[in-house]
């Protein structure tokens, strides 16, 4: 039974000039003294070295012998090429292409072949703190010790079975990551960017509320007796057509979510009900590009393993539809035009940026205490 609208993708934005760089005097806005996910933990083999470009700075990644994670700036401190491009050699070290410096996984330069092999402290990188957990690397940019307590907890993706987690997903966005954090805090547009599969008319009207818990902003939106979209439908065996739904996405400062979205019968517990946590998980890349890495996890699953498998690839299918071609077009476009014009623009607000208000309040602190 396949009860899913048909897919329906955003329109083409309109052929505008792509700024790829931020505006002359425009502050960066990368909080530097927390954790990012740099990618998820199946990402990086042995023997591989994976750059990702993070707040600006190239890293290499690579696993040490004991499997744990290294990560140091990807450019070699004499001529600047990548060591991405170059060799991993026994002993954790990674060799330089172009004149074959070597580096240990602490970024020390630990042998140059050439003349008297001296290493004077300018040959040795900058190192980053990493941590493997929740099946993700996370990686610390700034220059405060890095504290693994304040990672985000995202345990509900830790040991579960494989056909309840969707594979991971990875989408390279060309926008600030403020604008995607917007877009994911801001529920309101379910009802018409992802109409038919993650919303409808129906719950365009649901009352939205934010409640905030230290740092943490969570954005809810309750809709009661309201029909079923399609992908909770799939979901539940007994394919209720109209259900109480709910969605509350909470955001970890600066750039982490996960949102809870799921459905029960009307008037039925939420509890009785199904649904899943979607993992959102934005890292800046430039000041005009974003890496999206996302998964989703399923709660109290009802159906049997040969529909879950069914369930599993349908959500990432429409997940990936719905950021790949119909919220990314919107973001990348609304980037365009705020680049346009010489001053930076002042958006009209309405009662439905109460979230993305509330998250800027705290980010904006952020900012201000690094200073
Ligand atoms: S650029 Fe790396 S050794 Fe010369
Ligand atoms: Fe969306």
Same mark, same amino acid.
């Given at each position: 039974?396949?009860? $899913?609208?048909?897919?329906?993708?955003? +329109?083409?934005?309109?052929?505008?000039?792509?700024?790829?760089?931020?505006?002359?005097?425009?502050?960066?806005?990368?909080?530097?003294?927390?954790?990012?996910?740099?990618?998820?933990?199946?990402?990086?083999?042995?023997?591989?070295?994976?750059?990702?470009?993070?707040?600006?700075?190239?890293?290499?990644?690579?696993?040490?012998?004991?499997?744990?994670?290294?990560?140091?700036?990807?450019?070699?401190?004499?001529?600047?090429?990548?060591?991405?491009?170059?060799?991993?050699?026994?002993?954790?070290?990674?060799?330089?292409?172009?004149?074959?410096?070597?580096?240990?996984?602490?970024?020390?330069?630990?042998?140059?072949?050439?003349?008297?092999?001296?290493?004077?402290?300018?040959?040795?990188?900058?190192?980053?703190?990493?941590?493997?957990?929740?099946?993700?690397?996370?990686?610390?940019?700034?220059?405060?010790?890095?504290?693994?307590?304040?990672?985000?907890?995202?345990?509900?993706?830790?040991?579960?079975?494989?056909?309840?987690?969707?594979?991971?997903?990875?989408?390279?966005?060309?926008?600030?990551?403020?604008?995607?954090?917007?877009?994911?805090?801001?529920?309101?547009?379910?009802?018409?960017?992802?109409?038919?599969?993650?919303?409808?008319?129906?719950?365009?009207?649901?009352?939205?509320?934010?409640?905030?818990?230290?740092?943490?902003?969570?954005?809810?939106?309750?809709?009661?007796?309201?029909?079923?979209?399609?992908?909770?439908?799939?979901?539940?065996?007994?394919?209720?057509?109209?259900?109480?739904? =709910?969605?509350?996405?909470? =955001?970890?400062?600066?750039?982490?979510?996960?949102?809870?979205?799921?459905?029960?019968?009307?008037?039925?517990?939420?509890? +009785?009900?199904?649904?899943?946590?979607?993992?959102?998980?934005?890292?800046?890349?430039?000041?005009?590009?974003?890496?999206?890495?996302?998964?989703?996890?399923? =709660?109290?699953?009802?159906?049997?393993?040969?529909?879950?498998?069914?369930?599993?690839?349908?959500?990432?299918?429409?997940?990936?539809?719905?950021?790949?071609?119909?919220?990314?077009?919107?973001?990348?476009?609304?980037?365009?035009?705020?680049?346009?014009?010489? +001053?930076?623009?002042?958006?009209?607000?309405?009662?439905?940026?109460?979230?993305? $208000?509330?998250?800027?309040?705290?980010?904006?602190?952020?900012?201000?205490?690094?200073?």
């Amino acid at each position: 039974m396949d009860t $899913i609208s048909p897919l329906q993708a955003t +329109k083409p934005a309109p052929n505008m000039p792509v700024n790829a760089s931020r505006r002359p005097g425009e502050p960066s806005r990368f909080v530097h003294n927390t954790w990012y996910v740099a990618m998820f933990s199946s990402d990086l083999e042995r023997g591989q070295m994976v750059h990702r470009t993070i707040l600006n700075e190239p890293v290499v990644f690579y696993r040490k012998e004991d499997g744990g994670v290294a990560a140091m700036i990807d450019r070699c401190s004499h001529r600047f090429a990548p060591l991405s491009m170059g060799k991993l050699l026994p002993g954790d070290r990674v060799q330089c292409i172009y004149h074959g410096l070597e580096f240990g996984a602490d970024g020390q330069c630990v042998k140059n072949p050439h003349g008297k092999g001296t290493i004077p402290p300018p040959l040795h990188l900058r190192s980053f703190p990493v941590v493997e957990r929740h099946t993700l690397i996370w990686i610390w940019m700034g220059d405060k010790k890095a504290d693994p307590a304040t990672i985000p907890d995202y345990s509900c993706l830790d040991n579960r079975p494989a056909l309840h987690v969707t594979r991971p997903g990875y989408l390279n966005v060309a926008a600030h990551y403020e604008l995607v954090v917007d877009n994911l805090l801001d529920l309101s547009h379910i009802s018409y960017v992802h109409v038919g599969i993650l919303g409808n008319a129906d719950t365009a009207n649901a009352d939205i509320g934010v409640d905030q818990k230290g740092d943490v902003v969570a954005v809810s939106r309750i809709s009661k007796n309201a029909e079923t979209p399609g992908i909770l439908k799939m979901m539940s065996p007994a394919g209720f057509e109209r259900g109480d739904q =709910w969605n509350t996405i909470s =955001w970890y400062p600066p750039s982490n979510m996960i949102l809870e979205f799921g459905a029960s019968k009307p008037g039925e517990p939420k509890e +009785k009900g199904t649904g899943y946590f979607a993992i959102h998980l934005l890292t800046p890349e430039t000041e005009r590009s974003t890496h999206y890495h996302y998964t989703a996890a399923r =709660w109290n699953v009802l159906t049997d393993d040969e529909q879950n498998a069914k369930i599993r690839d349908k959500i990432y299918e429409m997940r990936t539809f719905a950021f790949a071609e119909q919220d990314v077009p919107v973001i990348e476009a609304q980037q365009i035009c705020m680049d346009q014009p010489e +001053k930076p623009l002042r958006p009209a607000l309405l009662s439905i940026d109460a979230g993305p $208000i509330a998250y800027r309040k705290v980010l904006d602190r952020l900012l201000s205490e690094e200073g």
